[in-house]
């Protein structure tokens, strides 16, 4: 079939380059970055980022919105979005990037990686005890925290999740729902929280929840590594944590406010280690082919893969 002949493309972003996205998704479908209106009847998808609110809303012909992230928080604030399907990001590419951040981060908390770059600017010769025995949590154990298990359990960590509905995963020790947050928090010494943004997780990460984290190992202290979404989290008491000890070390890929401000004391905490929501960066090499692939199988009458249940908003 013809480009033209298939179901059109509105690319509707902001805050990302719309131009390696325009060029793989127009090698096969007519793709335009401006609708004809608000009720431009040959707009069939949309592939968003932050999109305009009220973009999509009049669109009478929409069938779906793919999501140019794993996360959908930025299409769900809109709150005039239309009631068709949302398609996320679920890809290879974007699981293997966050599990090698994950990887990357705690490894480098484990092995004292802060500790010792301070001590080179210093020419100090000291060794640290080794950490031994840490368990590390994953806060949100869906498709980015059950891969990232899997290769912590791989270099040997001691690994647990926690999600909202009840899952379980091969020797990983699993807990669910509010009643399961406190044992998750008690036994674990780096916390990796890979959670949606979602009304109910908005602030989750608070000084009332770092406190409840395992203090008494081998590092020293509790750390921290958010690489979901900054608002998941309160700057402020994270560095009221690290202040007083309850955390020792934290990794945040993601902050309240993008890009970080410069006057954040955060930029220059020693015992912080800051990444620009890089954890995991979405490469319209490797996502295009899958919303294209979608958009065939949909006009083929398949069913959609990787929906948003926009009741439990993710
Ligand atoms: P999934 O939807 O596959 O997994 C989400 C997990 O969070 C699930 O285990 C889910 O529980 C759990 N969860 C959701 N709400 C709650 C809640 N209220 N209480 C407890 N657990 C909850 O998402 P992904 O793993 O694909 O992605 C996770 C997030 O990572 C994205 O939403 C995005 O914000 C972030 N991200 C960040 C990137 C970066 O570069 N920093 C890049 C890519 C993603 P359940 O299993 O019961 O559904
Ligand atoms: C995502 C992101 O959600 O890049 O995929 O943050």
């Known amino acids: 079939m013809a480009a033209k002949d298939k179901g059109r493309i509105l690319l509707a972003m902001t805050g990302y380059n719309p131009r390696p996205w325009y060029d793989l998704l127009s090698k096969e479908r007519t793709v335009v970055t401006q609708s004809d209106g608000p009720a431009d009847p040959t707009i069939h998808y949309a592939?968003?980022?932050?999109?305009?609110?009220?973009?999509?809303?009049?669109?009478?012909?929409?069938?779906?919105?793919?999501?140019?992230?794993?996360?959908?928080?930025?299409?769900?604030?809109?709150?005039?979005?239309?009631?068709?399907?949302?398609?996320?990001?679920?890809?290879?590419?974007?699981?293997?990037?966050?599990?090698?951040?994950?990887?990357?981060?705690?490894?480098?908390?484990?092995?004292?990686?802060?500790?010792?770059?301070?001590?080179?600017?210093?020419?100090?010769?000291?060794?640290?005890?080794?950490?031994?025995?840490i368990t590390v949590g994953i806060m949100g154990f869906g498709e980015l925290g059950r891969a990232a298990a899997k290769v912590l359990m791989a270099c040997g960590f001691t690994t647990r999740g926690w999600s909202r509905t009840k899952q379980s995963f091969d020797g990983v020790e699993t807990y669910h729902?509010?009643?399961?947050?406190?044992?998750?928090?008690?036994?674990?010494?780096?916390?990796?929280?890979?959670?949606?943004?979602?009304?109910?997780?908005?602030?989750?990460?608070?000084?009332?929840?770092?406190?409840?984290?395992?203090?008494?190992?081998?590092?020293?202290?509790?750390v921290l590594i958010n690489a979901g979404r900054g608002r998941l989290q309160k700057d402020a008491d994270i560095l009221r944590a690290l202040d007083d000890e309850t955390l020792i070390e934290a990794s945040l890929d993601v902050f309240e406010v993008e890009p970080l401000p410069r006057t954040s004391p955060l930029w220059n905490h020693p015992r912080v280690f800051v990444t620009p929501h890089a954890a995991a960066v979405s490469d319209p090499a490797h996502l295009v082919p899958l919303m294209l692939d979608q958009m065939d199988a949909l006009e083929r009458g398949k069913p959609l893969k990787n929906l948003v249940d926009r009741k439990a908003g993710y």
């Open 47 to 133: 592939v968003a980022w932050k999109q305009k609110p009220n973009l999509l809303s009049n669109l009478p012909n929409l069938r779906a919105i793919f999501s140019v992230g794993a996360g959908v928080d930025h299409i769900l604030s809109d709150p005039t979005l239309p009631d068709v399907p949302i398609v996320r990001v679920v890809a290879d590419n974007l699981t293997e990037q966050m599990t090698n951040y994950v990887l990357w981060r705690v490894l480098d908390h484990y092995r004292r990686g802060l500790t010792y770059r301070a001590q080179q600017k210093r020419k100090v010769w000291r060794e640290a005890p080794p950490a031994g025995d």
């Open 177 to 222: 729902g509010e009643e399961g947050l406190k044992p998750f928090l008690n036994g674990t010494d780096i916390l990796v929280v890979l959670l949606p943004l979602t009304q109910q997780t908005t602030g989750i990460v608070n000084y009332r929840l770092l406190s409840q984290l395992r203090r008494n190992n081998g590092l020293g202290g509790a």
